[in-house]
């Protein structure tokens, strides 16, 4: 087990603090005692083979999960949030926690602006009065929804889907939906942002794009952004802080330049022995110059 | 009753006739296994005490089994036919599609127009003015369902009760208390809102079906406590003497009690019972054409975008932080008290309410008609309840042939368009101004 | 005591049939995830043609009461699984994938179908049938009271535990039990796999049929009525057994039938015959609002 120190690195405010977490699902250890820190206007990454727990994590602090064990406290404003102890909804309401999922969830027969404005819903309904006084056509809730529809152009215009915006949301392109997702998130105002695989099925100009946007958001915005990622060129290419998990376990993190050459994660990813199978790109990023145990591709 | 058998088979190039006849055969086989007994036999009674007999009709099952034959047939040529039409050809049909906005708008205002004018037009008789307020009675039903089903897509089994709850608060409000119709109107619709959250705070978290069967068993509930309850609602037998509505106070009465004007009294006019029933015409109107407004208008309103947004993916709602259990809630109990406003007209229009009334198939006929029209569309839903209930009315004779074609016209609809007949939807905000030639995303 | 162990005797009955028809609630629940809202008219129509069966035996001169009835089990099964087969080939099966109401949509669709198919075809009036097996044993007797397990209990009750047995096996131990199962699990998996999901979900709705209409055939003997309208509430106190057992689990839809079967017995005996029907509803609503997973249900861990 590394002991390895998750202190943050320096400059950045402890955003998200996660303490001894852990999420059994019947006899199956899904997350096991991890702990990690994520710090405003960083780019955190969590990644791990395929089952070690990530979309676990992920799902326990937005609320989908509740855990068996474990701390989860999000700072916002010199306000403190128990994530394990808040419900889903308020979660992204209240501690401000968005996140998109592995396998798009889009509104589909509403239009992309309104996917924007349904995100927008918690500011939208107080300026409706409660749905009242926007029933009865108050100028304030005019306005609000105004306010809202600008705030969505923002970000359309930053994802580039401006021109897309009244069509419906099920009918964009691969790309474009895992694009408007992020808006979407970014339209809840959130604190910490989670993207669950969001270069998933992108092309390498899409990838790239991706790049830009979260470093883009990451600069001008000043929020924490976790991300679950296979794609190792976005991952090395754009996180300051890395964890990497396996089999529920934390094994290793730092920045990427630790976790590159961490013993640890190279042997999670090719195994003990030589049959566990690599993608090449990912070999590459691990700078692994053939050590005799690696498969030959 | 159609089967098809060889969905998997490779498409062949042109009709091949033995493949034809042997698909046709197969299928009339299980026609055939299907009718024997049901067609074939008859369970009939053999007079009292004789117990029952069979009566066998061997050509009902040799007529239903050739025309499955035939049938068959035809409809593989059809298919095949259609398979292989060129492809412009096959979409030219669909060129409406263009049209279909303003004739939509233009239809809505004249069937608006014509809705208003209806009680003077010449034709229209006693008969045709007591259907068209049994129409409208249906159109608010199902724009309110169309709140839970078509919006907020809950499938609402037991709508009915609601309207139940709406027809029995004004019946016991105005015999026990002597309010009138207006003062019970919104103490109905918010007795129904009132039950609406009640029930549906616990079972509003379940899955879509599961949801289903609970408001289904909530309907029953309620209809065997109205059977039951004997001392309040006079059981089955109802209750009878329902005060009819006034006129801002005047009665429709010929002799109205002393010190009390009636309306033909007061404005002069020869007493005539069409009065009280034009009256209660332009009262379902006005009654509906709110539910209209109100549904339009909060379409546009975050928690009518939340209702949409929650019908298409939950846990993204939840994501964005969206209280998916009340933005439920707000969307079920509108709906029951749209049920609650219709209950309390059809109780004053009746003069006589019976747990009769308020069954199951009332629910499934209320939801046929959101389904047929296109959930989510105000004027289908228009056009599905004139459908319906206007064949309704003019088959009145023939009341199982009816269900049986109301119960495999929903089977059809589900099959062929599960969205509904008119299931354009238009977003309800644009950013780039009025629909123009960009890349238009077409509902399937 | 002897009310209450006649009471028992009459409630394991009734749970019988319940769970018969339950089963086909869960096996289709649990492979299409849909709630087969048709499936209280496929159990009607079982007993429509299990009393036709029975009328049309004694008109051909089968009088010897054991032979009657398996005949008239087979005909009934083999006839009503027809139903099954169709009911899901035009109704269910050109909607998958489709939005997820629009099964549901359809059934009811059906059921009112069918309910009013066999109003037209039969009439809408009640169908006696003379009691058929008839007798039984006095348990006990004490104050004039009479406990009684009749011949036709004792059937009722033998009959499902053996179609029960065999069912159980049939999922467990056959290679059509395997594909079930596996459809179950993930239905694109099993077809990569090469099972034939079309025809496996084909043979659910025609071997939860076939249950239906012994229950029928059971309903028949052991009421001695039968209108259009009895798929209705057997149908959702079965849908109900089916929940408070755990949807989509086999031993669950038995012991859930067994309870609702005893608990309606009960309530009807000790409180009111009135609400009897009111009582199912309340268990299912409870069940679903306290423990939506049933009694022996496996959890459902939500998929995000």
């Known amino acids: 087990m590394t002991d390895q120190s998750w202190e943050i690195p320096s400059g950045a405010a402890a955003l998200l603090t996660v303490e001894h977490l852990t999420m059994r699902f019947g006899g199956l250890v899904a997350v096991d005692d991890v702990s990690f820190a994520a710090g405003t206007g960083e780019i955190t990454a969590i990644i791990g083979p395929n089952g070690a727990g990530k979309t676990t994590v992920f799902n326990c602090l937005t609320g989908f999960y509740s855990p068996s064990v474990g701390r989860l406290l999000l700072r916002r404003d010199d306000r403190n949030f128990l994530l394990e102890r808040m419900e889903g909804y308020r979660i992204a309401q209240k501690a401000g926690v968005a996140r998109t999922f592995q396998n798009i969830r889009l509104f589909p027969q509403m239009s992309v602006l309104e996917n924007l404005l349904v995100a927008q819903h918690n500011v939208l309904m107080r300026a409706s009065g409660m749905t009242v006084l926007g029933l009865l056509g108050f100028a304030s809730y005019r306005r609000a929804e105004r306010a809202a529809v600008e705030k969505a152009r923002y970000w359309l215009d930053q994802v580039g889907l401006t021109a897309l915006a009244d069509i419906d949301a099920g009918n964009l392109p691969y790309g474009a939906q895992r694009k408007l997702e992020i808006a979407r998130a970014m339209c809840t105002g959130p604190a910490l942002l989670c993207l669950d695989e969001p270069a998933a099925g992108l092309n390498p100009t899409e990838s790239l794009e991706l790049n830009e946007l979260l470093l883009f958001i990451r600069n001008e915005h000043k929020i924490g952004i976790l991300l679950i990622e296979h794609d190792m060129s976005v991952v090395m290419g754009i996180s300051d802080h890395i964890i990497v998990l396996d089999y529920g376990r934390k094994i290793s993190d730092g920045t990427p330049e630790h976790v590159r050459n961490d013993p640890t994660v190279i042997r999670a990813y090719l195994g003990e022995d030589e049959d566990e199978e690599l993608p090449p790109e990912v070999m590459a990023d691990l700078a692994i110059n053939g050590e005799g145990d690696a498969p030959a591709t | 009753m159609a089967v098809e058998t060889s969905d998997t088979a490779p498409p062949p190039s042109g009709l091949d006739v033995t493949s034809i006849l042997k698909d046709a055969g197969i299928t009339a086989l299980i026609a055939f296994a299907l009718t024997i007994p049901l067609f074939g036999f008859r369970l009939v009674s053999l007079g009292t005490g004789q117990g029952i007999g069979l009566e066998q009709r061997w050509g009902l099952v040799a007529i239903s089994v050739a025309s499955v034959f035939l049938g068959r047939i035809a409809l593989t040529v059809w298919q095949e036919k259609r398979r292989t039409m060129p492809r412009e050809a096959a979409s030219h049909g669909w060129s409406i599609k263009r049209y279909a906005r303003p004739l939509l708008a233009g239809g809505a205002y004249a069937l608006a127009g014509l809705a208003f004018c209806w009680p003077w037009l010449p034709f229209v008789d006693r008969w045709l003015l007591d259907m068209a307020i049994l129409v409208l009675t249906y159109v608010m039903l199902g724009w309110g369902l169309n709140i839970v089903v078509g919006l907020a897509g809950l499938l609402d089994l037991g709508y009915v009760a609601f309207y139940a709850v709406g027809a029995y608060s004004y019946a016991l409000l105005a015999l026990n208390f002597d309010l009138t119709f207006w003062q019970c109107l919104p103490l109905a619709g918010a007795f129904a809102a009132f039950f609406g959250i009640v029930l549906g705070f616990p079972v509003l978290r379940l899955r879509g079906d599961y949801l289903a069967i609970v408001t289904l068993g909530f309907g029953e509930i309620i209809r065997i406590i109205l059977l039951n309850w004997y001392e309040v609602t006079k059981g089955p037998d109802g209750l009878s003497g329902i005060p009819r509505p006034s006129f801002f106070g005047l009665p429709f009465k010929r002799n109205p009690p002393d010190g009390v004007t009636s309306f033909h009294q007061f404005f002069g006019l020869e007493y005539s019972s069409i009065q009280r029933i034009i009256f209660l015409y332009y009262v379902i109107l006005l009654l509906a054409l709110i539910t209209n407004f109100f549904t339009l208008r909060i379409r546009k309103l975050p928690v009518g975008r939340a209702w949409e947004a929650l019908r298409e993916d939950e846990i993204a709602c939840r994501s964005l932080g969206i209280n998916a259990r009340n933005t439920k809630l707000t969307a079920f109990s509108i709906g029951a008290m749209f049920a609650g406003f219709g209950g309390s007209f059809f109780a004053t229009r009746q003069g006589f309410i019976s747990p009769e009334s308020f069954t199951f198939i009332e629910s499934a006929i209320i939801l046929a008609i959101v389904v047929l029209g296109g959930m989510g569309s105000q004027f289908g839903i228009v056009l599905a309840a004139v459908f319906l209930i206007g064949m309704t009315e003019f088959f009145r004779e023939l009341e199982h042939f009816r269900m049986l074609a109301f119960g495999a016209g929903m089977v059809a609809i589900m099959v062929w368009r599960p969205r509904g007949l008119l299931a354009h939807r238009d977003p309800t905000i644009r950013l780039n101004g009025p629909p123009g030639d960009e890349i238009k995303g077409s509902s399937p | ?304």
């Not at chain 3, 009657?68 to 099966?93: H, I, K, P, Q």
């Not at chain 3, 039968?226 to 949807?247: E, P, Q």
């Open chain 3, 1 to 304: 005591m002897e009310y209450f162990l006649q009471q028992l005797i009459n409630g394991v009955t009734l749970g019988a049939i319940y769970g018969l028809i339950a089963i086909g609630y869960t096996m289709v629940y649990g492979i299409i995830g849909m709630i087969n809202f048709a499936h209280g008219e496929i159990f009607m129509i079982g007993a429509f043609i299990s009393l036709i069966a029975f009328l049309l035996l004694a008109a051909l001169g089968v009088t010897w009461i054991p032979l009657a009835l398996l005949l008239v089990l087979l005909v009934a099964m083999l006839f009503t699984a027809v139903y099954g087969w169709t009911v899901e080939r035009l109704a269910y099966r050109p909607l998958r994938g489709s939005f997820r109401l629009a099964p549901l949509i359809s059934a009811i669709g059906m059921s009112i179908f069918l309910q009013n198919y066999v109003q037209i075809l039969q009439g809408a009036r009640v169908k006696p049938l003379q009691p058929v097996v008839q007798g039984g044993f006095e348990v006990m007797q004490r104050d004039g009271f009479t406990v009684s397990l009749s011949y036709m209990q004792i059937s009722i009750i033998v009959v499902t535990l053996v179609l029960m047995t065999a069912f159980s096996l049939m999922i467990t131990r056959t290679s059509l039990g395997r594909a079930q199962r596996a459809c179950e699990q993930d239905r694109g998996m099993a077809a990569l796999l090469g099972i034939n999901v079309d025809r496996t979900i084909s043979l659910t709705f025609v071997s939860g049929a076939a249950l239906a209409a012994v229950a029928g055939l059971m309903f028949v003997l052991y009421y001695g009525v039968i209108d259009f309208y009895i798929g209705f509430l057997a149908g959702i106190k079965a849908f109900t057994a089916a929940v408070l057992g755990g949807i989509g689990s086999l031993p669950g839809a038995m012991l859930g039938g067994l309870l609702i079967g005893l608990i309606e017995t009960f309530w009807s005996a000790y409180f009111t015959v009135e609400y009897k029907d009111v009582a199912a509803f309340v268990i299912l609503v409870l069940v679903l609002i306290f423990r939506p997973t049933g009694l022996l249900g496996k959890p459902e861990i939500e998929k995000v």
